[in-house]
């Protein structure tokens, strides 16, 4: 009964590759997030999507792509990785109402790029 | 631009010694503020959300308390099991619903 799970927890992998991380919510949230937390522990918002639509798009490189296949996933695909992608990346949701805008954050995906 | 700023960085505290940590904000109009509490290896999990100067919470050994530019989070007679990051987060009126996070103050409770 996770409230918001992603797969896969752990990845390795070589500089140059494509990856792809899942992430799905059983809370009923129409709003899903993704964060990328660096090495000293700063939550950065990358993407935030409502209802499936994209509305926020902080500066990501375009070799990052999220897709929302319905309001309870959204999934991250990274291209041609690089060295600085290397983080633990946090997938959250929320109700984007007022006094509901909590979000409930994943257990992360650690991402190491060799 | 919305800025969220967390003291100290890193708290050592002795079992049953009480503290409090900071987390001052400048924004344009304030939603809300978020505590949350981070272990290592997991994700954020939520603690108290505060909406108005004057607003208290408590859950068990925490305490947080707004005024109009700084949330603080007591802690009152910590135990080792209270070690983790803490971070806050605000929101601001106006805008989307995302927060902004501060860089949290990693708490250290030695028995």
């Known amino acids: 009964d996770t409230a918001v799970s992603q797969t896969p927890k752990y990845l390795v992998t070589q500089m140059g590759n494509d990856k792809s991380i899942k992430c799905e919510q059983n809370l009923g949230h129409d709003t899903m997030y993704w964060y990328k937390q660096d090495s000293k522990k700063f939550l950065k918002i990358m993407f935030s999507?409502?209802?499936?639509?994209?509305?926020i798009n902080e500066t990501v490189p375009n070799r990052f792509s999220p897709k929302s296949p319905d309001k309870a996933h959204l999934n991250l695909h990274i291209n041609s990785l690089e060295l600085g992608d290397s983080a633990v990346y946090f997938c959250a949701s929320s109700q984007p109402l007022a006094g509901q805008e909590t979000q409930y954050f994943g257990p992360g995906t650690r991402l190491l790029v060799l | 631009e919305d800025q969220v700023t967390q003291s100290p960085e890193a708290l050592r505290l002795q079992e049953g010694e009480s503290s409090s940590l900071n987390c001052s904000y400048t924004?344009?109009?304030?939603?809300?503020l978020f505590w949350y509490r981070q272990d290592p290896g997991k994700g954020p999990e939520f603690l108290f959300t505060?909406?108005?100067a004057g607003e208290e919470k408590e859950k068990e050994r925490l305490k947080a308390t707004l005024t109009k530019k700084e949330s603080f989070l007591h802690i009152t007679a910590p135990k080792p099991e209270d070690s983790a990051t803490y971070l806050c987060?605000?929101?601001?009126?106006?805008?989307?619903?995302?927060?902004?996070f501060g860089r949290g103050t990693s708490l250290i409770v030695h028995p």
């Open positions: 987060a605000v929101s601001t009126s106006g805008g989307s619903y995302i927060p902004t």
């Open positions: 999507y409502n209802n499936k639509e994209l509305i």
């Open positions: 924004v344009s109009g304030l939603r809300g």
């Open positions: 505060l909406y108005s």
